[in-house]
């Protein structure tokens, strides 16, 4: 199984900038993406952006479209997330996944595959 470790994250005022990292150890098949998911109290786990593994593709949640920007290099097995023009409403813990590319935009996608420890993203207005 993946193993991943997150870094980055931490406390940033509304329109300022932040950026996570992740490394996998353990290979990934090119039919798996990598990304990011969010979590807040009291609520599932929500899709963020990802990476396909074996294809120049990039899904991003409406929601972070045109301000965060995933980038990966699969010689190191690394995936980032730059977030920029941050909300508060962007708060939250932020977990490193991978996953099959076939499920990860799914009803199942916020509990499959392997994940990373959570960073914590705080966005004060």
């Known amino acids: 199984q993946v193993q991943l470790v997150e870094s980055g994250g931490g406390l940033v005022q509304a329109g300022g900038s932040l950026r996570l990292s992740c490394a996998a150890s353990g290979r990934i098949f090119n039919s798996y993406a990598m990304g990011w998911f969010r979590q807040t109290p009291g609520k599932e786990r929500e899709f963020v952006a990802a990476?396909?593994?074996?294809?120049?593709?990039?899904y991003y949640a409406n929601s972070v479209k045109g301000r965060f920007t995933i980038s990966r290099s699969s010689a190191k097995n690394t995936v980032a997330l730059q977030m920029n023009s941050l909300k508060p409403e962007d708060t939250a813990v932020y977990y490193c996944?991978?996953?099959?590319?076939?499920?990860?935009?799914?009803?199942?996608?916020?509990?499959?595959?392997?994940w990373g420890q959570g960073t914590q993203v705080t966005v004060s207005s």
């Open positions: 990476s396909a593994w074996g294809a120049d593709t990039v």
């Open positions: 996944n991978v996953q099959p590319s076939s499920s990860i935009l799914g009803p199942t996608g916020g509990s499959s595959g392997s």
